[in-house]
């Protein structure tokens, strides 16, 4: 394990039911909300009216921004930003998925950014050196869908629409002031939903165990519950969707995935999301969806490059699919591990190929120049372990097929 530093200041309001106490967890934030949420309501009308009348009740008032689109843009956040200067909004509050969460984040510090937006956005391939912004308003989550941890991270991802580029914004000040986290409010989350946001979360938590630190069995250990708590979950939501219980433990999995504690001591890179905005950013992809392609393909890569490779994908089949190692070689497990992935997407209905996600083939080299454009470092290789250039993207992309 190696040295880490760890802050993680976010005050979580976990429970089912909690999403009917807004004002108490908000009333010393200010007098004047943001609510911020998707373009498209339809499944949120009756949750985001009852927050506003919970405010207006408690003395709140409320300006609406209903406008985000899964794969938030730049415009729109630029859009909300310039609502709060001119309203005087004390604090916002994301009503949604990642995409409204991460779009909360980064129009609460926006509002108070002196420069150009998108200079507080790190990664930029650009040339430019970016500017993190330092202070925020402050901000409430109430996430609706289990996947991302925004609710628990100083992450926001966003595209820019003109040089279609999707890069991200880390800095302490983004995270959140409060999460109000009710598992009822996900109940009556589609299956498919449910389930890319599950893959997502479950992205994180193998992306780590990947490419992190190799020595750090506690964190092995915690990585595998969470893989393997999941895969669970998601099994027991699909026969029972309604199930609060299953939904509540899916939700905390989610926040937990990706909110610092995991990754403490492990130095991880995540190789499947940089190679994953790219596929947002050109196809607009739901984000679960581009790792379920990179589920399926990096593994199937990867896990054939090296004896160190092999060992660490036999590993994980063992602890998390139970799979046997007697009389068989790394090499061999290795490859059961990948196809045990490969059918549990299958079984939940998540597709992991380019095809089936609807994004040509005949692609391939123009989305492997934008890999190396925008996912990978100075001298064009993949942050993994280990490292891949250029042509290993364009055959990871051709097992994609
Ligand atoms: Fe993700």
Redesign the pocket.
């Known amino acids: 394990m190696q040295n880490f530093e760890l802050y993680n200041p976010v005050r979580v309001a976990f429970g089912i039911g909690e999403s009917k106490n807004i004002v108490k967890h908000v009333k010393k934030l200010g007098k004047k909300a943001l609510i911020v949420s998707y373009d498209d309501i339809t499944f949120l009308e009756s949750l985001l009216s009852d927050i506003e009348t919970q405010l207006t009740n408690g003395g709140i008032d409320v300006i609406k921004f209903y406008r985000v689109k899964a794969n938030p843009l730049l415009c729109h956040i630029k859009e909300a930003t310039e609502i709060c200067k001119k309203e005087g909004v004390d604090f916002c509050i994301g009503v949604g998925g990642g995409s409204v969460m991460d779009s909360t984040k980064a129009i609460a510090a926006g509002t108070l950014y002196k420069n150009d937006l998108w200079n507080m956005f790190v990664s930029r391939h650009d040339g430019f050196v970016s500017i993190p912004p330092e202070e925020s308003l402050p901000t409430v989550m109430i996430p609706t869908l289990p996947a991302?941890s925004s609710e628990m991270n100083c992450i926001a991802v966003a595209t820019n629409e003109v040089t279609q580029e999707k890069a991200y914004i880390v800095a302490p000040t983004l995270y959140p002031t409060v999460s109000i986290i009710d598992p009822s409010l996900t109940c009556t989350l589609p299956i498919y939903q449910t389930a890319v946001g599950a893959v997502?979360a479950m992205?994180?938590v193998l992306e780590a165990y990947l490419n992190g630190d190799q020595n750090s069995p506690l964190q092995d250990r915690l990585h595998e519950g969470l893989i393997v708590t999941i895969i669970d979950e998601l099994r027991e939501i699909i026969k029972d969707p309604l199930n609060v219980e299953h939904r509540a433990t899916m939700q905390w999995a989610a926040s937990l995935a990706w909110n610092g504690y995991l990754q403490s001591g492990l130095n991880a890179t995540t190789p499947m999301?940089q190679m994953g905005h790219v596929l947002s950013a050109l196809y607009n992809t739901p984000?679960g969806v581009t790792?379920a392609i990179f589920i399926d393909s990096y593994f199937r890569y990867t896990c054939t490059l090296n004896e160190e490779r092999e060992a660490r994908f036999a590993l994980l089949g063992e602890k998390v699919f139970g799979l046997s190692r007697d009389g068989k070689t790394n090499h061999q497990v290795a490859e059961e591990t990948a196809m045990c992935f490969i059918k549990f997407m299958d079984e939940v209905g998540v597709p992991h190929t380019l095809s089936a996600a609807n994004i040509p083939v005949s692609d391939i080299e123009k989305i492997a120049d934008e890999i190396v454009a925008h996912g990978c470092d100075s001298e064009g290789m993949l942050p993994s372990i280990p490292k891949i250039g250029r042509e290993g993207i364009v055959n990871i992309l051709k097992m994609a097929k």
């Open positions: 991302t997502d992205s994180h999301h984000h790792l």
